[in-house]
Nanobody, 123 residues
């Protein structure tokens, strides 16, 4: 069982930055592919970014490429999402997710989810 706890959400103006963090309880954290997803009311959850367990291979939603960066610190069991040049369309609840093994370019198969953190970008 893996527990995930997100932090770092908040309110920011368009063009600003936020960094989300996700602390994981897994003893084998480095063997988990980690992902970030987001959801707005009335819409399905959307893949944002993912990173492999140890090699650091990443995958991004096209609309966030060049603005968002996912990275991890396996020594701290934490994955981050650095979000720059934020836009109002980025407003959503952001969720951290984990899957044992797997690859970041497959956006399904996540077994564990955090509770989410709200990101609001004002015009």
């Amino acid at each position: 069982q893996v527990q995930l706890l997100e932090s770092g959400g908040g309110l920011v103006q368009a063009g600003g930055s936020l960094r989300l963090s996700c602390a994981a309880s897994a003893r084998t954290f480095s063997r988990h592919t980690m992902g970030w997803f987001r959801q707005t009311p009335g819409k399905e959850r959307e893949f944002v970014a993912a990173i492999s367990g140890s090699s650091g291979v990443t995958n991004y939603l096209d609309s966030v490429k060049g603005r968002f960066t996912i990275y991890r610190d396996n020594a701290k069991n934490t994955v981050y999402l650095q979000m720059n040049i934020l836009k109002p369309d980025d407003t959503a609840v952001y969720y951290c997710a984990a899957k044992a093994g797997g690859v970041p370019w497959v956006v399904s198969g996540y077994d564990y989810w955090g509770q989410g953190t709200q990101v609001t970008v004002s015009p």
